[in-house]
């Protein structure tokens, strides 16, 4: 066995500091590694709802006002959203959708036309629509924060106001929130913003993905976080997922020196994927255009192993051309060109995965009673064939217009025959077909979409959302979308064991993948490749040069072992450490 450096035990083990006695910890659901010791900080209050108002005496030209606001912020989403990368760029385009759906201004313009003034319909029409949201569960409960955001945002932009959101910070601070709506999270500034904890949201949530992104230690679904003031020093363990009060300065102070300096100990680490005795395992990074591939060729990736191709589609009012897509997909495959111009980097390329909290505003697909459970991914292809044929020529084109050779795999596959039928289309045009695995009958039928198949990629974000049904925005259930849940390991086990035995890659593409302790569990399943949020490359692939794949397949038969997430974390961590 070789030996083991301080950097990656540091993160797997927990803190479990008890020094003073005085402190007081308050729990919750870890997110993203690292310890910040810093005063408290709660976000400014959002904009006061309006009283009773006069109806408008010109009710279309108040119809007009409602309609201008909301499209002035949508407009401003979007800027951020060009400049953001990863995730934080899709959700704030899906956002930026949200404040002109059809449906939202509608219900709002009707109020106005009732007598309401504009901002009392925006209220009215956004408690409607949260009230449909919350009770549909699932991912479109998600949405209620995003709504509620866009809301304040109209509301303030037809007072006149500012811009609501985050004040930026003057000196290092904990930010504590009920929960941060997209547009607040991806402004975060990390070198101000040392640790972030919510009180909903669970390990999957928006908060916590962008939060993984821009690499700020996190915990989210902490109970008792109201009961904590602004300017108290508290310890933040994102590793543990604890919030500690009444922490000695000196002690907290050495463990956040502690915390950084194996940090700076990661960053150092370049690539390639592969375990301490040379197994290689390939890093890889999620993207979602080519801004964002761009800026992942900047960590230590190997490729792509997620693109999202969503962006393409979501705001827009029709369906991009062929053309159009075939400049987006070109610009990706691009981006890992080496300096000869070969395309030899590997690229996985998503098909559409719209629907449920994605819906296209260019495809009618009526109201769902459970969208989570209903039209979407692969099955929007059922009704409308063609959608994902042209997808499909323009995954081709970029690829004979690049010279490279990108997978190609489709989300929401349920079935052995729904991953023949994708395969054949994708083969056509002379592509590697893959698919995903995030519902819990593709993973117990591994075996058999797997014949069908050249790889697959197991979606974790959705796989344990199903498999535990549990909302991941509830915080509540947290505990419930921890990936660590037994349930979700079994499974992914379940499908990296088929993979071996045929000799076909199986890669993690969900927010797992981003995990250091996690990805050795996986590795020592079977897992071929780990594709998360580029920042979190360094992280992965320094836990895994540390260990051997006997040891990871150790950490994974312990972790599978347990029967609760916390003890499946603390079994991988203590067989790492034998």
């Known amino acids: 066995m070789p030996p083991q450096n301080d950097v990656q035990l540091a993160h797997r083990t927990p803190s479990t500091d008890t020094s003073s006695e005085s402190t007081s910890v308050l729990s919750g659901t870890p997110v993203v590694a690292g310890v910040a010791y810093a005063p408290v900080m709660w976000p400014g209050p959002r904009p006061e709802l309006p009283g009773p108002g006069e109806p408008p005496a010109d009710v279309e030209a108040e119809c007009d006002r409602f309609a201008a606001a909301t499209v002035i912020v949508a407009d401003r989403l979007r800027v951020r959203a060009s400049a953001g990368t990863g ?93 941060l709506a997209p547009a607040d999270t991806s402004g975060l500034d990390p070198s101000m913003v ?53 922490s000695d300065p000196d002690d907290a102070r050495a463990q956040v020196a502690e915390s950084l300096r194996q940090s700076e100990l990661v960053s150092r680490w370049t690539g390639p994927g592969r375990t301490a005795d040379g197994v290689e395992v390939a890093i890889l990074a999620n993207v979602q255009d080519g801004a964002s591939a761009r800026t992942a060729t900047d960590f230590p990736v190997a490729g792509i192993g997620l693109f999202r191709t969503e962006l393409a589609f979501l705001d827009r009012a029709s369906e991009p051309t062929v053309a159009e897509q075939t400049t987006l997909y070109q610009e990706v495959v691009d981006a890992f060109a080496s ?80 991953a023949r039928d994708f395969a054949a289309k994708v083969r056509e045009r002379g592509l590697t077909a893959g698919v995903m695995i995030e519902i819990p009958s593709a993973a117990l039928l591994a075996p058999a979409i797997l014949a069908e198949v050249d790889f697959v990629s197991i979606g974790t974000n959705d796989l344990t959302q199903y498999t535990m049904a549990a909302d991941r925005m509830s915080s509540e259930l947290a505990g419930l979308t921890d990936p660590w849940q ?91 450490r034998d």
Do not use: Y
């Open 486 to 576: 037994p349930a979700v390991l079994a499974l992914i086990d379940r499908v990296a064991s088929s993979g071996s035995a045929v000799s076909k890659p199986v890669g993690v593409c969900g927010e797992a993948a981003a995990d250091p302790l996690l990805a050795c569990v996986l590795v020592g399943m079977g897992v071929t490749s780990l594709s998360s949020a580029p920042a979190a490359a360094a992280g992965v692939g320094a836990a895994l040069a540390d260990v051997t794949l006997a040891q990871c397949r150790s950490a994974a038969h312990a972790a599978l072992a347990t029967a609760d997430p916390a003890a499946a974390r603390l079994a991988a961590a203590d067989a790492l």
């Open 87 to 179: 995730v934080a760029s899709e959700v704030l385009s899906a956002t930026a959708a949200l404040a002109e759906d059809r449906g939202w201004v509608g219900a709002a313009q009707k109020l106005i036309r009732a007598g309401s003034p504009a901002p009392n319909a925006a209220v009215d029409a956004t408690e409607q629509f949260a009230a449909v949201f919350t009770k549909l569960g699932g991912l479109m409960a998600e949405r209620v924060t995003d709504l509620m955001d866009v809301r304040d945002r109209v509301l303030a932009e037809l007072a006149g106001d500012p811009e609501p959101g985050l004040a930026q910070p003057t000196s290092e601070v904990i930010l504590f929130a009920d929960d």
């Open 339 to 418: 300096d000869s111009g070969a395309h030899t980097a590997k690229i996985v390329i998503r098909t559409l995965d719209a629907g449920s909290d994605k819906p296209l505003l260019f495809a009618d697909q009526g109201a769902e009673a459970n969208p989570a459970l209903g039209v979407r991914g692969l099955r929007i292809s059922f009704a409308d064939p063609g959608l994902l044929d042209r997808q499909l020529d323009a995954i081709a084109a970029a690829a004979r217009a690049t010279g490279g050779s990108p997978w190609v795999m489709a989300p929401m596959v349920a079935t052995a025959a729904e």
């Open 194 to 246: 040392r640790g972030l904890a919510t009180r909903f949201g669970g390990p999957t949530s928006h908060t916590a993905i962008i939060a993984r992104q821009l690499g700020i230690p996190c915990v989210v679904a902490v109970a008792d976080l109201s009961e904590v003031p602004a300017g108290t020093p508290v310890l933040l363990d994102g590793t543990a997922g604890t919030v500690s009060l009444g």
